[in-house]
């Protein structure tokens, strides 16, 4: 496998830039998912990776070799690139080994590789002779996956993979994929707009808003210490407080928090797994329960502070406070700041 460098790539429909200077580096044997709002531009990339769509400005390299630049632009299907498209798209006429063994030279399509691929995707032996529409949505999955991976690409590049599945089934079926990846040391990038996705499967998060990364960090550095609020937001539970800072502990509303930042006003972040709610009786922070959202094991209960403020918390089901409810409030841990847009 290859790594993936994308340097100053530009691409615009009309008077529409599509994607402004955007620069991103996977590591050889990493994955890297690339997290957007829809529209904002994914898709594109991926596909001018693939080689589908031509670059306006800036280059693709894979490994040590230029596939898109200025002067070059390398064909699809001589880029060495396996494309899993959105849903997986297998063919309908085709069996599971029809499909697998597509992209193979007819010389090389043996039963010993048949059977490699289906135990790397997972998938038991006896299912080579289905027809797609006989298979499960995450099976159907693991075969395209099958038929990107049989020519042993450099890098493999996966389109909102789990987008046609159920809740229930993206989680395993995403899990599933990673395991697939891993064991064959692929180079991948995979696009999604699924936050949970994104930082659950990948080496590296790539965030993208409006054409442009916003921040390329781990998926640990993305939810800890986000860029910007609206990255904050986008990547889970966020409650945005306003706060005056004064020797790295911030005061709001909220309480007294630690926090890395200079004097002055700010808005910290406080994430739900961060709001421990307790009896109202002594708290020196009490908020009123405005809703409770029920998750099984999990609740989520959003409160307003003293002054109205919202503040959302994750708190075990069996605690389960009602709305109009009183509750003290501890924020444990530090947070992270922002500057003050008041
Ligand atoms: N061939 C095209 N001609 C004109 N505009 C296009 C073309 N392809 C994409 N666009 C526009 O470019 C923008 C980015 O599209 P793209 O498909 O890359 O977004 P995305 O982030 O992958 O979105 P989604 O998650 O909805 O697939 C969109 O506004 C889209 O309408």
Redesign the pocket.
């Known amino acids: 496998m290859s790594s993936v460098t994308i340097a100053g790539v530009v ?1 615009a ?2 008077d ?1 830039r ?2 402004d200077a955007v620069d991103l580096h996977v590591a050889d044997g990493s994955i890297t998912s ?1 997290l ?12 001018i990776v693939a080689g589908f ?1 031509r670059a306006d400005a800036g280059s693709v390299t894979l490994g040590e070799r230029v596939v898109e630049d200025g002067r070059t632009a390398v064909a699809p299907d001589r880029r060495g690139v396996g494309y899993v498209p ?1 849903e997986g798209a297998l063919f309908p006429h085709l069996d599971v080994a029809g499909n697998i063994m597509f992209g193979i030279p007819r010389g090389e399509r043996t039963t010993s590789r048949l059977g490699e691929l289906l135990e790397l995707a997972e998938l038991p032996a006896d299912l080579a002779h289905r027809q797609p529409h006989q298979l499960s949505g995450g099976q159907q999955q693991r075969v395209a996956i099958a038929r990107a991976l049989a020519p042993a690409p450099r890098v493999i590049l996966l ?2 993979p789990f987008s046609s599945l159920d809740a229930a089934l993206r989680i395993s079926a995403g899990k599933a994929v990673t395991r697939v990846l891993r064991h064959a040391g692929a180079t991948a990038l995979i ?3 699924d936050q949970g996705e994104a930082l659950s499967l990948a080496d590296q998060v790539a965030v ?1 808003r409006a ?1 442009r990364f916003v921040q390329v960090d781990s998926p640990a550095g993305i939810y800890e210490r986000p860029a910007d609020a609206e990255t904050a937001e986008f990547v889970g539970g966020a409650s945005m407080i306003a706060a005056e800072v004064s020797g790295g502990i911030a005061r709001c509303v909220a309480g007294a928090i630690p926090v890395a930042a200079a004097d002055g006003r700010v808005r910290v972040l406080i994430r739900p797994e961060q709001v421990l709610l307790g009896p109202a009786a002594g708290a020196a922070v009490v908020g009123q329960v405005t809703e409770v959202g029920f998750y099984g094991a999990q609740v989520v209960v959003t409160l307003a502070l003293a002054d109205g403020t919202p503040l959302t918390a994750r708190a075990p089901s069996a605690r389960t406070p009602r709305p109009g409810d009183e509750v003290g409030v501890v924020i444990e841990g530090s947070a992270v700041t922002f500057g003050d847009e008041s």
């Not at 957007?36 to 596909?47: D, F, M, V």
Request: with cysteine.
């Open positions: 691409k429909y009309g529409r599509v994607l690339v957007g709002a829809s529209g904002c531009g994914k898709t594109t990339l991926l596909r769509v959105q389109d909102e696009v999604t707009h993208m054409g």
